[in-house]
């Protein structure tokens, strides 16, 4: 395997806001805390997700120069002890709390839209695999997905977590695609620890010039 340093890292963050703070968790995430991530020195992307198949629905996903900027000065001035007053106020009440920093196994330094446009993006996570099983996983995501048409990109990411390792797997779509997900022998010896995949499509508020002022 080749060093971190040589491959791009993710931040991915999934979370679900109580009803009555919908709109004010929107407005939160538009201009304030994804803002906060792009800006920083070493994130490559920032996209938000809507889940329509699976739970919790917001999704927030970032490309990264390596894992390694996630312990720089540029992120800590925004995370954790650099979190705002607002930013404090709304993580406090979500609930389907997640958040990972991976590593991309396959291919290695892919960033996302790197295929193209993506109608949906399915997150296949394996949570808490015991042993190195990033082969099989690599094998059945590629063997269920990479010669697909509908396919755009094919990633894959390890995570290491308080309690153990998570493989993260990310699969771009040009358009949906039924039935893959279901066959999850491909994954061999992974499968026991497969336990989310969810679908999104790409997170728009409101597009720019969609309602002109004089409408």
Not at 5 to 21: F, H, I, N, T
Not at 85 to 114: C, D, I, K, M, N
Not at 149 to 166: I, M, N, S, W
Request: aromatic residues 10%.
């Amino acid at each position: 395997m080749s060093q971190t340093s040589d491959r791009r890292g993710l931040l991915l963050a999934m979370m679900e806001p109580p009803p009555a703070m919908e709109e004010e968790f929107q407005d939160w995430y538009d201009t304030e805390h994804l803002p906060e991530r792009a800006g920083v020195e070493g994130f490559l992307t920032a996209r938000r997700f809507v889940c329509i198949d699976g739970w919790p629905r917001y999704l927030a996903l970032y490309d990264l120069q390596d894992v390694q900027v996630l312990h720089g000065p540029g992120y800590a001035a925004v995370a954790g002890a650099g979190y705002s007053p607002w930013t404090h106020r709304v993580v406090s009440h979500v609930t389907g709390q997640y958040r990972a920093e991976g590593v991309q196994l396959y291919p290695g330094q892919a960033l996302f839209g790197a295929g193209g446009a993506a109608a949906r993006v399915m997150l296949i996570r394996f949570r808490q695999v015991p042993t190195d099983l990033s082969g099989p996983i690599e094998q059945g995501l590629r063997g269920l997905y990479e010669a697909r048409p509908e396919t755009a990109q094919v990633r894959l990411y390890v995570a290491k977590q308080p309690d153990g390792t998570d493989y993260l797997g990310i699969v771009e779509l040009h358009s949906p695609v039924a039935g893959a997900a279901a066959d999850t022998a491909a994954f061999g010896p992974a499968r026991q620890y497969l336990d989310l995949v969810n679908v999104y499509v790409p997170y728009t508020r409101r597009m720019a010039g969609a309602f002109p002022k004089e409408t």
